[in-house]
């Protein structure tokens, strides 16, 4: 990948661990010519409000003030990458209706860069952005570098929603195959008389099961249970 040595990027391929994957992200960010690189991760777990982490080298001061203030409902490009994942140039324009915040951004040297977004199939999502203080960002800049940070983006995602995901999450319970079975048509929108015909049991052997799996998955209800199987890669 061009403006990357190979092995820089063998090893940003094998590293595991978040703290150190962000600092070589840093690096190679900088190697774009950026100064400033921040990923903003939200989990989505079932039955839970949605989990927020940030991984950031943006100047401390404005960290603090984005997450106390909850600025983020100010930050236009996040706000327009959230439904998007083409890349959201930072401009004057884009910020015409939240000025205050591009007047303290620019005055942190946040001035120049761009948003972009990722989503998996869990609907969890992730937001990278890249800064410098000076120096405007053309399009053709812009189109040039973004497939790299995207590419970037991937891999930060994959390694820390992964471990973030693995301290939320409990480990998946002890589940039978008939368990599982049942689960897997329930969430295909099969009612237990449907899941009895297909499966040659008994409607209360169906039922058995499903509020043993409510049980195993701590759910309200089957719905519950069903959401969480899915959002948690079980069936």
């Known amino acids: ?29 900088q190697d ?3 100064q400033y690189v921040a990923l903003n991760i939200r989990i989505q777990i079932a039955t839970q409000t ?29 706000n327009a990458s959230h439904g ?8 004057d324009d884009l910020y015409r209706e939240a000025p205050q915040f591009r007047k303290a951004a620019c005055q942190s040297g946040l001035r120049h860069g ?3 977004s990722l989503h998996d199939q869990q609907h969890n999502e992730s937001q990278i952005s890249v800064a410098r203080s000076t120096r405007s960002i053309s399009i053709t800049e812009l189109y ?25 999450c409990p480990p998946q319970p002890k589940m039978s195959e008939r368990e599982l079975e049942v689960l897997k048509w329930s969430a295909a929108g099969k009612t237990a008389a449907d899941v009895a ?15 043993s799996v409510i049980t195993k998955t701590n759910a309200a209800n089957k719905a519950a249970a069903i959401a969480i199987a899915v959002m948690r890669g079980w069936i």
């Open 144 to 168: 040039r570098k973004a497939g790299n940070v995207q590419w970037l983006s991937h891999k930060l995602h994959e390694v820390i929603s992964a471990h973030h995901l693995a301290a939320l």
């Open 50 to 78: 949605p989990h927020l982490f940030l991984y950031s080298n943006y100047p401390q001061e404005w960290i603090e003030r984005y997450q106390r203030d909850d600025l983020y409902k100010q930050d236009s490009a996040a």
């Open 114 to 116: 761009w948003t972009q």
């Open 197 to 211: 015909c297909i499966l040659s049991l008994s409607q209360s052997t169906v039922n058995f099961h499903i509020r």
């Open 1 to 29: 990948m061009r403006h990357w040595k190979p092995e820089y990027l063998r090893a940003f391929a094998e590293e595991h661990c978040p703290q150190k994957l962000f600092g070589m992200a840093v690096n190679m960010v």
């Open 32 to 34: 774009l010519g950026m």
């Open 84 to 91: 998007s994942t083409m890349p959201v140039l930072w401009t």
